[in-house]
């Protein structure tokens, strides 16, 4: 076969390399297609059984009363998720907003709140007031509590049930492995952890991060236990074509609280014009399990050819997948630069700036960040990014089609070529 990407500066010989490696990930593209299936057919049932029509694309601005499309909008996702409710919002500006949310909604002054799994990703240490912030839980009298992983990423179960008293309201459990070199958790891990705490206190409230997570499996953590689940729709679920938007479902009183606090007590879910985006909202959720499969796609071949260079890879492109994150740990800075400027180099958007490091907010060191999107920020497109810091880990992510995503793999191959980091 002619290599296609030749115009594109991609060399014969790492597109034969590239091309050695996939015809050894049938069986698993095989099995990303077949869940990807099973996912759209979910989805359609959802769209069907709420009737969805075109009355439900129509904009609302100011108050947005009885809006019907923003109403059927939820209903769908709530049907999807196996939810009694969903709060779905152009007005949640991110995940961060959408955790802050469900969670100031939720814990008053004196409950508290623990992660079983670690530490939460890193924007949640200032809404929780680890590291100390205006407005955090901490100022508003809500005390936090982590239990840290076992070796082999085990849950400590008896740490947990020690750690769970009267005062535990709330526990979070977060799917993806964020910037930590964890494993993420499978649904079903999920499901066991949430039972052993509804054992511990039934009435304790589990709510699970699931950015990153949703269409990777074929059930959600919420059809497993969770009271709610909560994600990004500039990530998995917008399908690429969401602008902004954030998620919360689960039990519909935890649900409507979150309402009150987002809007205003009193108000709730009644608000809230829709500015005219329920068009990308509900397109965007309808193509989402096939988006995901191409993120997925392009995850295992990043796996499949960097460990084949002898570079470490979580996981590895033979693990069963929880998310669409793929980290391969380059060891070196250039190596990590090279693999994050061809990333930037075959984007549809800004392909022609490099990336540099900066010291970002927040993090110890600096940060290398590549992505060239349609929708600014949008991780479910092609993007990748890595602290400067051993062990030079690239943290790689997204793509709309398989086929882009193959393209920032060969792409980030062939400056690693031309830096003589490694020879194909
Ligand atoms: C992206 C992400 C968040 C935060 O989302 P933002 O949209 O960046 O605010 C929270 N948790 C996890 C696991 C994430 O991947």
Redo the contacts with the bound molecule.
Sequence with gaps: MKNPYAALGISDAVYAFGEKKLAQLQDRFAQIDAMAERNQAKVLHALQENRVDAACFAATTGYGYNDVGREKLEQVYAACFGTEAALVRPQI???????AVALSANLLPGDELLSPVGK??D??EEVIGIRPSPCSLAEYGVTYRQIDLLPGDCFDYDAIAKAITPKTKMITI?????YATRLSFSVEKIGELIAFCKKCKPDVICMV?N??GEFVQEREPSEVGADLIV??L??NPGGGLAPIG?YICGREDLVSRCAFRLSAPGLGQEVGANLGLLPSLFQGFFLAPTVVAGALKGAVFAAAVYESLGFRVIPPSNAERC?I?QAVEFGTREGLLAFCEGIQAAAPVDSYVTPIPWAMPGYDSEVVMAAGAFVQ?S?IELSADGPLRPPFAAYFQGGLTWYHAKTGILMSLQKMVDAKIVEV
């Design positions: 500006t991110c995940g961060t907003h959408a955790l939460p990703y924007t949640l977060q799917r993806s492995k964020g991060d950015c990153y994600g990004s500039i990530k954030g998310d994150i920020g991780s």
